[in-house]
């Protein structure tokens, strides 16, 4: 019996069993409140059965396809709970020329999340990618000082543009090596690796109310890398650093093993921290075979069913809407079809099996829990 038939039935029997309660809000820290005047989610969308559980389930979104194609901005509102901008709230975007702001697409992004009832990942504040050209240009000849308050400024000025409007900010993003040591870019040799815990502090000044993260791919497998950020986001909270959850971005291949992302999202929850799965994709060699497929399908049904097992998971979020728009092919020629959508934007068998994958967990007794 195929996945898209089991889901069905299973789809169908949740439909038929009662109310989907819409906007069910995870129990996290003071979210910010969106208005409701959105048109009602369909009942077997991904938004409307996650909410079920608890869990708010996003997307990345491309603005620039979001402004343009109907077709891409109805699949973003009605499906999903929560939006990441795919690259307009990235430093580059947002500040182009040296004292000049454009916080325009980022803006539209977070009125059109509220107009749909969807909460926003800010993503992301210190990166070593995506830099401005200016920046990238003059920091390499300038004093620590000066790189400290030109990072500090992005961060407070970025933070404080969105205060109240933000739910999680990817506050650094990808500071390891897969060895575990620090990843060699201009904040480490300027600033030296505090810079991490200071880049916590000044987001928390800004928007106090804000969860703030640490995001990074590849620690979904347990290893040096995982390893790493797990000793630094407890040495974080023994220090009392504002730091709130962990983002494994789960960027997966078909062609390789499962990682053991349930045992990792726990052992970081143990911590007290709130994690989330924050950039979930699975690529695979074109053209696709039914057997790397089904490895793909199995990818996004783990890891959405690691999430759904632990409770201090708030969110699970796609990279991506269609696979013709999806960052992969240009990093990884000869790879894709690695989102839940394909090239026509019609929704996909791994689709189905989050719908599926969902649609269990909201019929399983004590599964509609609020996320903690
Ligand atoms: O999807 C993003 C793509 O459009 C950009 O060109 C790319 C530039 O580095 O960044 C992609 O998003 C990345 C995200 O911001 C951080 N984690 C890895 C993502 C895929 O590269």
Not at 76 to 88: D, G, I, L, M, R
Not at 182 to 203: C, E, H, N, S, V
Not at 221 to 249: E, R
């Amino acid at each position: 019996m195929s996945i898209r038939l089991r889901a069905g039935l299973i789809t169908s029997a949740v439909i038929g069993a009662g109310a989907v309660i819409l906007s069910q809000g995870a129990a996290f820290a003071a979210p910010p409140t969106p208005p409701s005047h959105h048109t009602p989610a369909p009942a077997d969308s991904l938004r409307a059965l996650a909410s079920q559980s608890g869990l708010r389930i996003g997307a990345a979104v491309n603005t620039d396809l979001l402004a343009t194609n109907s077709e891409y901005r109805a699949i973003a509102a009605s499906q999903f709970s929560s939006v990441t901008p795919e690259n307009v709230m990235k430093w580059e975007v947002v500040e182009p020329t040296q004292g000049t702001y454009d916080w325009s697409a980022a803006d539209d992004l977070v009125s059109f999340a509220q107009q749909n009832g969807q909460l926003v990942r800010g993503h992301t504040l210190v990166w070593h990618s995506q830099l401005p050209a200016w920046l990238n240009a003059a920091a390499p000849s300038m004093s620590s000082d000066q790189v400290r308050a030109l990072l500090k400024k992005h961060v407070v000025d970025e933070v404080t543009h969105f205060k109240g409007k933000i739910w999680q900010w990817d506050v650094v993003n990808e500071a390891f090596n897969d060895d575990g040591t620090l990843r060699d870019t201009i904040w480490l040799q300027k600033l030296g690796p505090g810079y991490i815990a200071d880049a916590f502090r000044w987001a928390h000044e800004a928007d106090p109310r804000a969860l703030l993260f640490y995001n990074d791919y590849n620690i979904e497998f347990t290893g040096p890398k995982s390893n790493a950020v797990y000793q630094l986001v407890k040495d974080l909270t023994a220090q009392g650093v504002p730091i709130d959850g962990v983002g494994f971005q789960t960027h997966l291949d078909s062609q390789y093993p499962l990682p053991d992302l349930q045992n990792n999202l726990q052992r970081f929850a143990a911590l007290g921290l709130k994690v989330a799965e924050t950039e979930v994709d699975v690529r695979t060699t074109l053209p696709v075979t039914p057997v790397e497929q089904n490895a793909q399908i199995g990818g996004f049904t783990s890891t959405l069913q690691a999430c759904l097992a632990v409770r201090a998971c708030l969110s699970y979020t796609v990279w991506g809407i269609g696979d013709a728009y999806s960052w992969v092919p240009d990093v990884f020629p000869g790879e894709g079809a690695a989102t839940i959508y394909d090239e026509n934007l019609q929704p996909k068998p791994e689709y189905t099996a989050l719908q599926q994958t969902l649609a269990l967990a909201a019929g399983t007794p004590g599964r509609n829990d609020p996320r903690r």
